[in-house]
């Protein structure tokens, strides 16, 4: 690599630390605003990880666009090109050096082992070692609402009614068509299938509020209204519901 070559990169890697920097800065602002709401450990994983991965992906895009932009800047031709276009010939070819295909195979395999460790620890949380005693909710979708269903407190109700701090374990399927179970805050997403029964891992709301269970499936005319209320309230609020609802079933809406 002669002086003119060292130039060029050493500039290039100046603009590519300031722009990662700024990008890196920005996403920490930027992604915490547009992130939804955390009510509960999975949606608070499941922000983490948009963070963490976004703050990862600011100097590898920084990268190839800087890269790219430089070399149409300082490598363009200028003007018509000398001597006439068959007399023209190509440039020298590239030929990588082994060290560059070292670092190259080495950076990319440590980002993939990362993310691949990232995931695992991630299912790990969600999956191993549930927390006993769970509530369980069967949630039934039909063209266009979703149904609650509480085994153990012999209720049911069109609204979502959860307790504080208390896992959820939910069993989503579908009486007609598939639909999609969403719950944003509380990081509960699944199909809900026709016929077959799906547990989720379990989720422990930890934030009081109200929320909504939406369908993203498109699954008919009215699918864009298919939603019902969540509502995550204290323990004894929660079983005052269950109670009413249980002495007047009539009373679910």
């Known amino acids: 690599m002669n002086r003119q ?6 500039r290039v890697l100046q603009i590519w630390a300031v722009l990662s920097v700024v990008g890196v800065a920005l ?16 949606e ?12 990862i992906a600011v100097p590898i895009a920084a990268f190839v666009w ?41 950076i990319t395999g440590a980002l993939a082992i990362f993310f691949v460790g990232w995931g695992m620890f991630g299912f790990y949380k969600q999956t191993i070692d549930p927390p006993a005693d769970p509530l369980v ?23 979502l009614e959860l307790p504080l701090d208390r896992p959820v ?10 639909h999609g179970f969403v719950i944003n805050g509380l990081g509960v997403a699944m199909d809900a299938n026709p016929g077959i029964w799906v547990t989720a ?3 422990t709301p930890t934030k009081l509020g109200s929320y909504s269970a939406r369908c993203i499936e498109l699954c008919g005319l009215y699918h864009t209204y298919m939603w019902t209320p969540v509502e995550v309230v204290s323990p004894s609020a929660f079983a005052a519901w269950a109670k009413a609802l249980h002495a007047n079933p009539s009373a679910a809406t």
Do not use: C, K, M
């Open 201 to 203: 891992p379990t989720v």
């Open 137 to 159: 909710v069967n949630v039934t979708g039909q063209q266009w609402t979703w149904t609650y269903d509480y085994p153990s407190l012999g209720v049911q109700s069109h609204v």
């Open 66 to 106: 800087v890269f790219v932009g430089y070399s149409l800047v300082a490598f363009r031709e200028r003007g018509a090109p000398a001597g006439r276009a068959e007399d023209l010939e190509d440039g020298p070819p590239l030929q990588a050096s082994g060290r560059q295909q070292v670092a190259w195979l080495a």
């Open 44 to 55: 608070g994983f499941a922000n983490l990880t948009d963070l963490v991965f976004t703050i």
């Open 169 to 178: 374990s939910f069993r989503v399927t579908s009486d007609d068509v598939l």
């Open 27 to 42: 996403a920490i602002v930027i992604v915490p605003l547009v992130s939804p709401v955390t009510g509960s450990s999975v």
């Open 5 to 10: 070559d060292r130039s060029h990169l050493r």
